[in-house]
């Protein structure tokens, strides 16, 4: 059996780290284990200048617990961009590229994009600075089923941006389906971030009847058996397009009652890292989590592979229920439930 594994130094390239106080709570927990992450730019007020994004990178950084740690920052895209600045601050690195959301597809989307085809000056723009367009893959229409929308958006807006800039580096984040997983490898120049949970729940993790799971309720929905088992196979052995990215989200927990309140997003940066090798483990594929973790996606980004490692022990414990500090209370993704890793510590 094994019972230690050491892998180069992770990334994670889909964290909401959030603002005030719950961002001082909770950013200890990505800084843990990862040398980068890309933080969403959907804050309440959503980030879409480069002042904004310098201020925002400075404020993540200086609330981690390792001086190492780096936070790198998409702009928000929205209809009314300030394109000289947004030129501007990706010449200079300030935006590592843009976060595309439709309009209310999920958490703080209410800025995203009405029209899509509208903003493709600015998909223009990313493609010249050969900078990346991250999108959040749903198309969010009163006729289109919840579990539909990454597909519909795959075939009414994807497809499109494909053909016409062959040239744009395209991450359909937190890829959530079988059809998804499928026009990420068939296509050029697009790679796939995959979360924990999309590889341990289903619809019925989150549907019951007519309950709702608020806690495992997030954007894109989890799916069926077949989707997760797709993205398992993608993540674990089809793994040159595919890479971590939790879209660890947390809320409140008085926002995740079954209320007209209800926030989408799930917290699992507090032990990503292990809830992933949990998983390659079961689909016995554990010496392919380096490549996942940590290869695939600065290479996609075009950055260098992190110089340091992580090592994982083996160690069951059981995950707690809720983070607690101050006035935040945050439920864990897991929670309750036996884990078998845990990571120890970086070294050279
Ligand atoms: C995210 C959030 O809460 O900011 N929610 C989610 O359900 N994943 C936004 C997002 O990435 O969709
Ligand atoms: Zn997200």
């Known amino acids: 059996m094994i019972d230690s594994i050491k892998i180069i130094q992770p990334d994670d390239w889909h964290v909401h780290f959030r603002e005030g106080e719950m961002l001082s709570v909770?950013?200890?927990?990505?800084?843990?284990?990862n040398k980068r992450c890309i933080a969403m730019p959907n804050t309440s007020t959503p980030i879409t200048t480069s002042i904004e994004a310098v201020n925002y990178?400075?404020?993540?950084?200086?609330?981690?617990?390792?001086?190492?740690?780096?936070?790198?920052i998409p702009c928000y895209l929205t209809d009314t961009l300030n394109i000289a600045d947004f030129e501007y601050a990706l010449q200079n690195n300030i935006f590592i590229g843009g976060k595309l959301y439709p309009n209310n597809a999920t958490t703080n989307s209410q800025f995203g994009v009405n029209n899509i085809k509208e903003i493709?000056?600015?998909?223009?723009?990313?493609?010249?600075?050969?900078?990346t367009l991250l999108i959040h893959g749903e198309l969010n229409r009163s006729d289109i089923d919840i579990f539909d929308r990454e597909k519909y958006f795959i075939d009414e807006e994807l497809q499109q941006i494909r053909k016409s800039f062959k040239d744009l580096k395209i991450v359909l984040e937190h890829v959530s389906s079988d059809?998804?997983?499928?026009?990420?490898k068939t296509n050029n120049n697009i790679a796939g971030t995959i979360t924990p949970h999309h590889m341990l729940l289903t619809k019925k993790d989150v549907f019951k009847d007519d309950v709702v799971n608020p806690h495992h309720y997030c954007m894109p929905?989890?799916?069926?058996?077949?989707?997760?088992?797709?993205?398992?196979?993608?993540?674990?052995?089809?793994?040159?397009?595919?890479?971590l990215?939790?879209?660890?989200?947390?809320?409140?927990?008085?926002?995740?009652?079954?209320?007209?309140?209800?926030?989408?997003?799930?917290f699992?940066?507090?032990n990503s890292i292990e809830l992933y090798a949990l998983i390659f483990e079961e689909e016995n594929a554990l010496e392919n989590l380096e490549v996942f973790s940590s290869i695939n996606g600065p290479k996609f980004y075009d950055m260098d592979v992190n110089k340091n490692y992580l090592t994982l022990n083996k160690e069951d414990r059981i995950i707690p229920e809720y983070i607690e500090e101050g006035n935040i209370k945050i439920k864990n993704f897991y929670a309750n439930k036996n884990i078998n890793w845990k990571a120890s510590h970086l070294h050279v």
């Open 120 to 131: 493709y000056n600015i998909f223009e723009i990313l493609e010249k600075y050969n900078k």
């Open 57 to 72: 990178k400075k404020l993540i950084e200086d609330n981690s617990d390792n001086d190492n740690f780096e936070a790198l």
């Open 221 to 243: 929905v989890v799916k069926n058996e077949n989707d997760l088992l797709s993205l398992r196979k993608a993540a674990c052995f089809n793994n040159s397009k595919f890479f």
């Open 268 to 270: 699992s940066s507090s």
């Open 26 to 33: 909770i950013t200890k927990y990505s800084s843990r284990v």
């Open 245 to 266: 990215g939790t879209d660890s989200a947390p809320h409140h927990v008085d926002y995740k009652k079954q209320n007209d309140s209800l926030k989408a997003g799930i």
């Open 179 to 184: 059809y998804g997983v499928d026009f990420v």
